[in-house]
């Protein structure tokens, strides 16, 4: 069984910034690209930022300069550093892995169960 739990959301004006995790558990044995993805509302999901196994990074253009995704590989967590934060990056933020759990052989996506980020002015 894997999880991976999203943490870090709230409310905060324009212009703050919050940090969100996704920790992975359970039992994995290989990461491959881990992700980002958000949905406001009304819209369809969209891809924030990905990170590859080997920390190449990919962002939308919505964010580029503002947010900033890592990974600690010995915890197994991700992290989405979200600063000049804007009303319309308002959505729920769900993290993904494509990942390979111990004792197979394909890798399969993951998702967490989403945290809510509010912009408000």
């Known amino acids: 069984q894997v999880q991976l739990v999203e943490s870090g959301g709230g409310l905060v004006q324009p212009g703050g910034s919050l940090r969100l995790s996704c920790a992975a558990s359970?039992?994995?044995?290989?990461?491959?690209?881990m992700g980002w993805y958000r949905r406001a509302p009304g819209k369809e999901r969209e891809l924030v930022a990905t990170?590859?196994?080997?920390?190449?990074?990919n962002y939308a253009d919505s964010v580029k300069g503002r947010f900033t995704i890592s990974r600690d590989t010995a915890k197994n967590t991700m992290y989405l550093q979200m600063n000049s934060l804007k009303p319309e990056d308002t959505a729920v933020y769900y993290c993904?892995?494509?990942?390979?759990?111990?004792?197979?052989?394909?890798?399969?996506?993951?998702w967490g169960q989403g945290t809510q980020v509010t912009v408000y002015a």
């Open positions: 993904q892995a494509n990942l390979r759990r111990l004792g197979t052989l394909v890798a399969f996506d993951y």
């Open positions: 359970g039992s994995i044995l290989t990461f491959n690209t």
């Open positions: 990170i590859t196994s080997s920390g190449s990074t």
